[in-house]
Structure formats: structure tokens, C-alpha cells
């Protein structure tokens, strides 16, 4: 009778052994399961944000690449680069400020009215594009008893070769004229004018009224 009970209870401590093992497996797999999935989850996470750095960082390499060459682009093509000089210069030009319209131009430089020689730059910038241009050496006309529109003024006039240009239908090496000329006697009816050949006609172009500012000597 006791060895039977006893018996019995060894075959219940034994098959409660077995489930104890068995639950105590289950829960390292699980636990392991889970640590594989974390592991998992956070590889995909770090590959994800690695590659949305990534993008994120070509997006803004490549903007900022754009934009570089449009400044470049912008600096490279725009009477602003040409100084606007303010005072009494030997000669010099502003048409007044330039807001996109129509036209704009102005210009600089140096001259001998004794050897009849000049120098000196000139920009021009419409919505075709912008020319810049060198003065040839010699002065072709200047008088200091000129008369425009009314009144008596200086006058100068002189050949403009195109140096640089983004307007497609001006090509740099086209030759050109310009004429200057400053109102005196407390008048401001000053004027700029370019004649151009018909390959770059659409430059020719007259400035005249209270907003050009000329200075052509003798001052």
C-alpha cells in the first residue's frame, strides 16, 4: 500500500518536473524571440533614419549647388558688378535705378580731351540679357557748345565694342556708338544713346529725362 502511494507520488512530482522544464523553455524562447525582433526592429530603424539622413543630405547638397550657380549666374550677368561711380568722374553715366523695367545702363572711365582719347566700361541690361562694353581709344566727337533737346550742354561721342554678353542675338565683338550728353546752366535734361548694327538692334536704346545722370567734359 505505501510503496503503491509512493510510487504514485513520484510519477506526479516527475510530470510536474516536466511542465516546470517546459514552461522555463518556453519563456527563454519568447525571451529570446523578443530580443531577436528588438534587435531586428532596430537595425530596420537605424537603416531607415541612416538612409532619410542620406536623402536628405543630397537634397540639400544639390539646392545648395543651385543656388551657387544661379548667385554665380546672377553676379556674372548684372550691371551690378559695375560700380555706379557718384561725384565728378573724368566721365560717367547712370540712367537711374534699374527695377526690371524696360532698360538700364551706366558707365565710367577716363579721358583726355587734349590727345582726344578715352577709356573706360559701360554696361547695359534689359530683359534680353546684359552687354558690357569697352570704349575705343579714340574719341569720335565732343564739343563743349552742343544743343539738345533745348538746351545747350557737352557732348561726346565714341565707338563701344561688346566685351561680355548674355543676350543671344548681341555677340560679343559686335561694334557699336554711344553719345553723351550733359545739360548745363542749372538744366537737367541729360541723355545716353546707342546705336548698335541689326544683329544687336535690340540695344539700341535712348535714356533721356530728370532720372539720367550725365557727366561729359569739360565740367
Given at each position: 500500500?505505501?510503496?503503491?502511494?509512493?510510487?504514485?507520488?513520484?510519477?506526479?512530482?516527475?510530470?510536474?518536473?516536466?511542465?516546470?522544464?517546459?514552461?522555463?523553455?518556453?519563456?527563454?524562447?519568447?525571451?529570446?524571440?523578443?530580443?531577436?525582433?528588438?534587435?531586428?526592429?532596430?537595425?530596420?530603424?537605424?537603416?531607415?533614419?541612416?538612409?532619410?539622413?542620406?536623402?536628405?543630405?543630397?537634397?540639400?547638397?544639390?539646392?545648395?549647388?543651385?543656388?551657387?550657380?544661379?548667385?554665380?549666374?546672377?553676379?556674372?550677368?548684372?550691371?551690378?558688378?559695375?560700380?555706379?561711380?557718384?561725384?565728378?568722374?573724368?566721365?560717367?553715366?547712370?540712367?537711374?535705378?534699374?527695377?526690371?523695367?524696360?532698360?538700364?545702363?551706366?558707365?565710367?572711365?577716363?579721358?583726355?580731351?587734349?590727345?582726344?582719347?578715352?577709356?573706360?566700361?559701360?554696361?547695359?541690361?534689359?530683359?534680353?540679357?546684359?552687354?558690357?562694353?569697352?570704349?575705343?581709344?579714340?574719341?569720335?566727337?565732343?564739343?563743349?557748345?552742343?544743343?539738345?533737346?533745348?538746351y545747350p550742354g557737352n557732348i561726346m561721342k565714341v565707338k563701344v565694342r561688346v566685351t561680355r554678353s548674355t543676350d543671344l542675338n548681341c555677340a560679343v565683338g559686335?561694334?557699336?556708338?554711344?553719345?553723351?550728353?550733359?545739360?548745363?546752366?542749372?538744366?537737367?535734361?541729360?541723355?545716353?544713346?546707342?546705336?548698335?548694327?541689326?544683329?544687336?538692334?535690340?540695344?539700341?536704346?535712348?535714356?533721356?529725362?530728370?532720372?539720367?545722370?550725365?557727366?561729359?567734359?569739360?565740367?
Amino acid at each position: 500500500m505505501f510503496r503503491g502511494r509512493a510510487g504514485r507520488r513520484d510519477t506526479t512530482s516527475g510530470r510536474r518536473l516536466r511542465q516546470s522544464e517546459t514552461i522555463v523553455q518556453e519563456g527563454r524562447r519568447a525571451a529570446d524571440d523578443r530580443r531577436r525582433r528588438l534587435i531586428v526592429a532596430r537595425a530596420l530603424g537605424n537603416s531607415s533614419t541612416t538612409a532619410l539622413i542620406g536623402f536628405a543630405l543630397a537634397v540639400l547638397t544639390s539646392l545648395a549647388v543651385k543656388l551657387t550657380i544661379a548667385s554665380s549666374a546672377s553676379a556674372a550677368t548684372s550691371c551690378s558688378e559695375l560700380p555706379t561711380v557718384y561725384g565728378v568722374p573724368p566721365w560717367g553715366f547712370h540712367t537711374g535705378a534699374y527695377s526690371g523695367g524696360a532698360s538700364f545702363a551706366k558707365g565710367h572711365g577716363n579721358v583726355n580731351l587734349g590727345s582726344n582719347t578715352v577709356s573706360g566700361v559701360i554696361c547695359q541690361q534689359d530683359r534680353a540679357g546684359v552687354i558690357i562694353m569697352a570704349l575705343a581709344r579714340h574719341i569720335d566727337y565732343h564739343s563743349h557748345y552742343a544743343t539738345m533737346w533745348g538746351y545747350p550742354g557737352n557732348i561726346m561721342k565714341v565707338k563701344v565694342r561688346v566685351t561680355r554678353s548674355t543676350d543671344l542675338n548681341c555677340a560679343v565683338g559686335t561694334v557699336g556708338r554711344a553719345t553723351l550728353f550733359a545739360s548745363y546752366n542749372g538744366v537737367r535734361s541729360d541723355s545716353v544713346q546707342f546705336f548698335f548694327p541689326a544683329a544687336c538692334r535690340d540695344q539700341d536704346r535712348l535714356y533721356h529725362g530728370t532720372q539720367v545722370n550725365d557727366q561729359v567734359p569739360p565740367l
